[in-house]
């Protein structure tokens, strides 16, 4: 069984490890942490990445927006 937990560090407490345990009993399970990063936020690494999102920002605030059917581009 393959279970994933977002949550943010400072909600861990005891009632949480609880939780867990109570799910998977006598099993034997692994933990690993992940920190994870706000998408925007890697994004804006990339100089590259950072002129083309601030681009497309500043069209969407003009109202230059892009409608998409993703039913009829799912089809092609």
């Known amino acids: ?4 937990f977002h949550i943010n560090a400072n909600a861990l407490d005891i009632t949480f490890l ?3 345990r109570a ?3 006598n099993k ?3 933990i690993t942490i992940e ?3 706000d998408e925007t936020e890697y994004l804006l690494q990339s100089k590259t990445n950072r002129k083309m999102l601030l ?3 500043k069209q969407a605030e003009k109202g230059e927006l892009i ?3 993703i039913g009829k581009v ?3």
């Open 23 to 25: 799910m998977f009993k």
């Open 18 to 20: 609880k939780n867990i």
């Open 67 to 69: 409608k998409v059917n």
């Open 1 to 4: 069984m393959y279970t994933e």
């Open 28 to 30: 034997p399970i692994s």
């Open 55 to 57: 681009e497309s920002m």
């Open 35 to 37: 920190e994870e990063q």
């Open 74 to 76: 799912a089809k092609r």
